[in-house]
């Protein structure tokens, strides 16, 4: 019985993957995102406009590292997960996030300089992944269910950084 709920748990959560991306890839035209912006979050920086310490936070083994990967065309679901699980984690680590221990950067998958960090993750398509050090948690599933829930988004962000 557990495996069978385990089989339709991760069913599930394929299809509403699967639903989300065919759902990103049909967007029209004007929901062409510039991958210059942000939405208004300052402390969260783009990938190819990293400082010199940001990157090196990037490469540290002990700080932790919440990647948004995106490509240029976006549903807003998509928009969704980039701006609110920015917020969620900038709330619940403002103090790290400040000291540099903890970063929020948003990847844009059409940017030629970021498919090495892409192909470090195994990312091949919208994706929020944790890292700290050789430990990566992709939250991409859950992140997209709660896209507009912030108290799930809240509890997902927290908990996956509790068993980093």
Do not use: W
């Amino acid at each position: 019985m557990k495996v069978l709920c385990n089989y339709l748990l991760i069913t599930v959560s394929l299809v509403l993957l699967l639903s989300t991306v065919v759902s990103c890839n049909s967007s029209t035209k004007k929901d062409s995102v510039n991958s210059s912006l942000v939405y208004n979050l300052d402390y969260a920086p783009i990938f190819n406009e990293l400082n010199e310490n940001e990157l090196n936070t990037l490469e540290s083994s002990t700080s932790t590292i919440m990647l948004y990967f995106h490509t240029s065309r976006r549903c807003t679901t998509c928009k969704n997960v980039e701006v609110n699980s920015g917020k969620v984690f900038y709330d619940l680590f403002k103090d790290q996030i400040e000291l540099g221990e903890f970063i929020y950067v948003i990847v844009n998958l059409d940017d030629a300089n970021s498919k090495e960090i892409a192909q470090k993750y195994g990312v091949g398509g919208q994706s929020l992944i944790i890292v700290r050090g050789d430990i990566v948690k992709n939250i991409t599933a859950e992140a997209f269910l709660n896209s507009k829930n912030i108290n799930g988004l809240t509890n997902l962000i927290s908990k996956t950084i509790e068993t980093l």
